[in-house]
């Protein structure tokens, strides 16, 4: 059915759909809901690291776009406005969160065969090693990398110039390169110490 | 040449998106740095973090949001005003509607399914028997679409809008028709649309899609419709897109949609 809707529907463009949205067609936010689900469950797992969480949000965004729809303008894209959204959706959730809430990242399933065993270790290192940068940091690596924006449409987002958002991907690269590093050459067992004595890795910039 | 001062064209090194003479540089710094040379290795690497896949639950929580603000919205009584034209079929249709008989209807398939074999594989028995079997068994499953296509619930629209096959009769076509009209759900209509536009070939079906453009409401339906009408090739349909234009109340994007559609046909 999903692909039904996608055959039948490719050729709008998310800013028509959204101003459909916005003049009261519900249906075309199913549209978009299609289109983004996908995308922003990953933006917000790579982000938090919490599944649950991330679908919870996710259901949060497309809430807010319809009860905000009247201050959607179409000559804005709908991607920048949609993150937008995304990203207050995010920091609501942590005002209303009690800072004493751990981190359960649920990653790396039990049980698989063999040879995907050092693959998985692998991606859950990485997902390690982005939950331990600060808040900024793992936000603009994930929007730059596997949200696909470009710097601009950030640029655009954080509110800053296009360069220090450049800068900023290089920084948060490299911190995330040197803490995978120390995580895959043994720190690793460090930081589980120090998680088992009740501290919180990767949350240090959140109020 | 220290990193920091590269940083700016690393990071449009990155999303690939450098001048020729500026990827030159960025290829000496980092044949010169290690460091820079494992972030990008890491970016590479960032590549093959899975996806995760957004659970069957996602989306009906979502519907059911949809649903609560749909509620209301949606144009009931114009709908009930229309159903009634629906009575072509008198007795079947009523007797289509209730959901008990239409299960019995893919019990009589099925036993149908199940005698057509027992007569394949009888020895003799005359040639025209089975091809009558075949005929019926075949009249019957069209009995099912329709009667799947008047059910309560759109997934079971939907279903019955799966199930038409290619060699379907006038009947069929005509209720899919009817689907694509008044049908409350928009995905219903969607598919009975998708369905129509393999019979473009069909006189009444190119018809009946160019007559219900009048009659859509919804945007999405509207430039689906569309769509098909050009790649229908018919050049009838252009009086009818004009008409959609004059609608002062008509989305911008489908308003812009039928002038493309327009200069495609005419």
């Not at chain 1, 937008?84 to 609501?92: C, L």
């Amino acid at each position: 059915m999903a692909d039904l809707k996608r055959r039948m529907t490719h050729t709008i463009s998310d800013e028509e759909l959204m101003s459909q949205v916005r003049s009261g067609v519900g249906e075309s936010l199913g549209v978009l809901f299609e289109r983004y689900r996908t995308p922003l469950l990953n933006f917000y797992y790579k982000l938090t690291g919490d599944r649950g969480l991330s679908e919870d949000l996710v259901q949060e965004v497309f809430f807010r776009i319809l009860k905000y729809r009247h201050s959607y303008r179409p000559e804005t894209g709908f991607r920048a406005w949609m993150y937008q959204i995304a990203r207050n959706a995010r920091v609501d959730h942590w005002r209303r969160q009690k800072p004493e809430t751990s981190w359960k990242p649920e990653m790396s399933p039990p049980v698989m065969p063999e040879d995907k065993a050092e693959e998985a270790q692998q991606h859950a290192l990485l997902h390690s090693a982005l939950l331990e940068l600060s808040e900024e940091k793992r936000e603009v690596l994930v929007l730059s990398r596997f949200q696909d924006l470009k710097y601009e449409e950030i640029a655009v987002l954080l509110g800053c110039e296009v360069n220090t958002v450049k800068v900023k991907v290089f920084r948060a690269l490299r911190e995330l390169r040197e803490v995978f590093e120390a995580l895959e050459s043994g720190k690793l067992v460090r930081k589980q110490g120090l998680r088992d004595a009740g501290m919180r890795p990767g949350t240090g910039s959140v109020q | 040449m220290t990193c920091e001062s590269m940083a700016e064209l690393l990071a449009d090194h990155l999303q690939g998106r450098l001048q020729p003479e500026q990827a030159a540089r960025v290829k000496e710094h980092l044949q010169q740095c290690m460091a820079c040379q494992a972030d990008a290795a890491m970016w590479q690497k960032l590549a093959t973090f899975p996806a995760q896949q957004p659970s069957p639950a996602m989306k009906s929580r979502f519907n059911a949001m949809l649903d609560s603000y749909q509620e209301g919205r949606w144009e009931k009584a114009n709908l009930k005003q229309e159903h009634g034209k629906f009575l072509d079929f008198g007795a079947i249709v009523q007797w289509a509607r209730t959901p008990a008989l239409s299960v019995a209807a893919s019990f009589v398939l099925v036993l149908c399914g199940f005698l057509a074999g027992r007569y394949i594989d009888r020895p003799q028995p005359a040639n025209i028997d089975v091809s009558e079997m075949r005929n019926e068994l075949a009249s019957m499953r069209q009995l099912v679409v329709i009667a799947m296509l008047k059910q309560q619930s759109p997934s079971e629209r939907l279903q019955g809008v799966g199930m038409v096959q290619q060699n379907s009769d006038p009947r069929v076509l005509e209720a899919l028709l009817h689907t694509l009209r008044y049908d409350n759900s928009v995905d219903v209509r969607l598919a009975a649309l998708d369905a129509l536009s393999h019979f473009s070939s069909h006189q009444d079906v190119r018809k009946g899609l160019i007559d219900s453009l009048g009659t859509q409401q919804s945007p999405l339906v509207q430039i689906a419709l569309i769509d098909v009408l050009v790649d229908m090739r018919d050049h009838s349909a252009v009086d009818q897109l004009k008409r959609l234009q004059q609608d002062p109340a008509l989305d911008p994007s489908v308003k812009k949609r039928a002038d493309w559609g327009i200069q495609q046909l005419s």
